[in-house]
């Protein structure tokens, strides 16, 4: 039983988390930066962030290498 109230409790920190992350990157420029993908049609509309995807890329890369240094 105290493994699935661990479980809960890391799910429920993470869900948290993500929501804040999201909440925050929709009241940045993120998704509208310049090198931002953005096709409108009648019926249809493609957004595509290639630079905003490739700005968290490298965002992310650097934190798990900065995480992996100190792991050893």
């Known amino acids: 039983m105290a493994d699935i109230a661990k479980f809960l409790v890391i799910a429920g920190v993470l869900l948290v988390v993500s929501g804040a992350v999201i909440w925050l990157v929709s009241k940045s ?3 509208r930066l ?3 993908i953005v096709v409108h049609r009648k019926n249809f509309t493609l957004a595509f962030p290639l630079a ?7 965002v992310l890369t650097l934190l798990l290498w900065i995480l992996s240094r100190f792991r050893h």
């Open 29 to 31: 420029p993120m998704g």
């Open 34 to 36: 310049p090198g931002d």
């Open 52 to 58: 905003t995807s490739i700005l968290i890329s490298v």
